[in-house]
């Protein structure tokens, strides 16, 4: 069974950092790519981040290049996304994600709220 579970999240001023987590099981992470995405008060969900099974090749979002880092730990099971020079703009809540086949997984998400 496919479990994703996001922790990390909080309150941080601008110009602040966090650093989430994402704790998978049930499936080979390796073998996956894996994906960031966050969905703001009244907006569409949107992917921020994504990184290859092998961890080698990352692609970000245009809003957050520079500023955020995805990496992984296939040994830990565990995938993070590091948040520097946060903005009011980047609150929302965070997930993680998986599509294995033809289904795609979500984890609970994490809120992430930047104050001005």
């Known amino acids: 069974q496919v479990q994703l579970a996001e922790s990390g999240g909080g309150l941080v001023q601008s110009g602040g950092s966090l650093r989430l987590s994402c704790a998978a099981s049930?499936?080979?992470?390796?073998?996956?790519?894996m994906s960031w995405h966050r969905q703001a008060p009244g907006k569409e969900r949107e992917q921020v981040a994504a990184?290859?099974?092998?961890?080698?090749?990352?692609n970000y979002a245009d809003s957050v290049k520079n500023r955020f880092t995805i990496s992984r730990d296939n040994d830990k099971n565990t995938m993070y996304l590091q948040m520097n020079s946060l903005e009011p703009e980047d609150t929302a809540i965070y997930y993680c994600?998986?599509?294995?086949?033809?289904?795609?997984?979500w984890g609970r998400g994490t809120q992430v709220t930047v104050s001005s």
């Open positions: 994600s998986v599509a294995i086949r033809s289904t795609r997984y």
């Open positions: 990184i290859t099974g092998s961890g080698r090749n990352q």
């Open positions: 049930g499936f080979d992470l390796s073998t996956y790519v």
